[in-house]
C-alpha cells in the first residue's frame, strides 16, 4: 500500500471527490451533495474501468466514495483497487453486514456506511459527523484520518468514536 504524502499548512489540499456507483439516482443525489455542500468537483464512473480512466486523466484525489461492488469488480477487488492507489476510500453498500463492515474497517478505509441511510446523502460528510461539526473543514478532515485519530468502536455512519 502506497504512503499518503505528508500535508504541511501550506500545502495544497486535493480538490477531486470520485464517486464510483453503479446506480445513477444515487450518484445523481451524492454528486449534487458534495458539489453543492463542499463546494469539490465530483467525477462519476459506474465501473473500475471508468474509475481508472478518470484516475489517469487527473491527480489531484481528495477521496474515492465507491459502491462495495460494481460491474467489473467484487467487494475485495473494489477495495483493493483504490487502497492500492493510496486513495482515501469510504465504501458504500445497500445491505447491512456487521461482519462485512468490520472486515472491511480492518483494511484501512476511512469508513463502510448504509447507501440508504439519510446521512449518506443529506448532510455535508455523512460519513463522518465529526468532520461536519467542525463546519466541513476539509483540511480537519484530511488530518484526522490521516492520523487514524477515530478508534472502534465505531458508529455506523461516523469515524468519531460512539
Known amino acids: 500500500m502506497h504512503a499518503l504524502p505528508l500535508m504541511t499548512e501550506s500545502s495544497p489540499l ?3 471527490v470520485l ?3 453503479n446506480s445513477r439516482a444515487y450518484t445523481q443525489v451524492v454528486a449534487q451533495a458534495i458539489e453543492q455542500q463542499l463546494e ?5 464512473a459506474a465501473t473500475l474501468a471508468e474509475a481508472r480512466a478518470a484516475l489517469e486523466r487527473h491527480d489531484d ?9 460494481l460491474a467489473d469488480g467484487d467487494r475485495d477487488t473494489v477495495v483493493d483497487f483504490f487502497l492500492r492507489r493510496g486513495l482515501p476510500t469510504v465504501v458504500v453498500s445497500g445491505m447491512y453486514d456487521e461482519d462485512l463492515r468490520e472486515r472491511m474497517l480492518r483494511r484501512q478505509i476511512i469508513d463502510f456506511v448504509l447507501k ?7 448532510t455535508s460528510s455523512g460519513w463522518c459527523s465529526a468532520w461536519s461539526a467542525t463546519g466541513g473543514s476539509r483540511r480537519w478532515w484530511w488530518t484526522t484520518r490521516r492520523r487514524r485519530a ?13
Open 116 to 122: 440508504n441511510t439519510p446521512a449518506t446523502s443529506t
Open 14 to 16: 486535493p480538490q477531486r
Open 40 to 44: 469539490l468537483p465530483v467525477t462519476v
Open 150 to 162: 477515530c478508534t472502534p468502536p465505531r458508529c455506523w455512519s461516523c469515524t468519531a468514536t460512539a
Open 61 to 69: 484525489w481528495f477521496m474515492v466514495l465507491t459502491g462495495a461492488i
Open 19 to 21: 464517486l464510483v456507483e
